[in-house]
């Protein structure tokens, strides 16, 4: 295990060298700031129809604060995507990357196994998206409470599926780089990550439709990648009754946020899922010719 931390140390000193944590966080701060500014006019332009509309003022979790609702849940969906897009970009050639440019015969030449190699990797990387994800997400929630005083129902959970997430698409992008080359891996990571977003869209399609079959399918692409799964219980998480009131009269219509709380069971299957994948790229990698 100490070997695979050294590893994970290396891992992390290596993305603040090919100045990926720099980057981001040069990113990270545009994004926030652009966003929070458009929250920003558009709590300035509901105060003023307010005033117009003689009111004293606009109940957070009431039916006129519905639009910075809105905006919050796109906001962290946003944070989704983003989290989902840097677990595949940042992990893609964790493992293949090294072997194609030579690197690699020099590394397991050292008395360190694969496996640890690979584990090192992994909880390096993990770590990297991990904290990115959630410095993101609470910049913006907390951004979105200095602005507009409203703060979604159970951020942290909601934070915490998000990272759960992470988790999983950094695991099977580490096990694609076993098994793949870096191009190939990217591509196959973001049909399966497409995949999960499917089976969302017929998943909703199915419930508002009353097609068993849609739906059955739509949870079937859930269990095989159940990243859309997980953000869908985020997003439930972090609707007030309002929203969830009109997701409901929908009926589910809406295929980006969630109108029922994700099962406990698929929250389990993602994080035995992520083990899995690391399990799979350790013992693949330790078998393999390079």
Do not use: C
């Not at 050294?6 to 090919?18: F, G, M, Q, T, Y």
């Not at 509901?46 to 509309?53: C, F, G, K, S, T």
């Not at 098994?179 to 990571?189: K, R």
């Amino acid at each position: 295990m100490h070997n695979a931390l050294l590893i994970a140390e290396l891992s992390l000193r290596e993305a603040v060298r090919k100045r990926l944590v720099s980057v981001l966080l040069v990113l990270s701060v545009l994004f926030i700031g652009f966003y929070l500014y458009g929250i920003y006019r558009l709590e300035m332009n509901l105060d003023e129809r307010a005033v117009n509309a003689g009111l004293d003022g606009r109940s957070t979790t009431g039916l006129s604060n519905v639009p910075v609702m809105y905006s919050a849940m796109f906001g962290m969906y946003l944070v989704y995507f983003l989290g989902a897009l840097m677990s595949v970009l940042s992990t893609v050639g964790a493992v293949s990357g090294d072997i194609e440019n030579g690197v690699m015969q020099s590394v397991i030449a050292r008395p360190i196994s694969r496996a640890q190699l690979v584990l090192g990797r992994w909880i390096g990387f993990t770590v990297v998206n991990v904290v990115y994800v959630a410095l993101l997400g609470t910049s913006l929630l907390i951004g979105l409470y200095a602005i507009t005083g409203y703060l979604p129902p159970s951020p942290a959970p909601a934070l915490g599926l998000i990272l759960l997430s992470v988790t999983l698409l950094t695991a099977l992008t580490v096990l694609g780089s076993t098994l793949f080359t870096t191009l190939a891996n990217g591509i196959g990571v973001f049909v399966l990550y497409g995949a999960g977003f499917t089976g969302g869209i017929l998943s909703a399609i199915g419930t508002f439709a009353d097609s068993p079959t849609l739906t059955t399918l739509g949870r079937a692409a859930n269990i095989v990648m159940p990243t859309n799964a997980l953000w869908l219980g985020s997003s439930y998480l972090l609707q007030p009754p309002v929203l969830l009131e009109l997701s409901k009269a929908a009926r589910g219509a809406n295929p980006f946020f969630g109108s029922e709380p994700i099962a406990l069971t698929l929250v389990l299957w993602a994080a035995v899922l992520a083990a899995l994948a690391v399990a799979a790229a350790m013992w693949r990698f330790s078998r393999r010719d390079l």
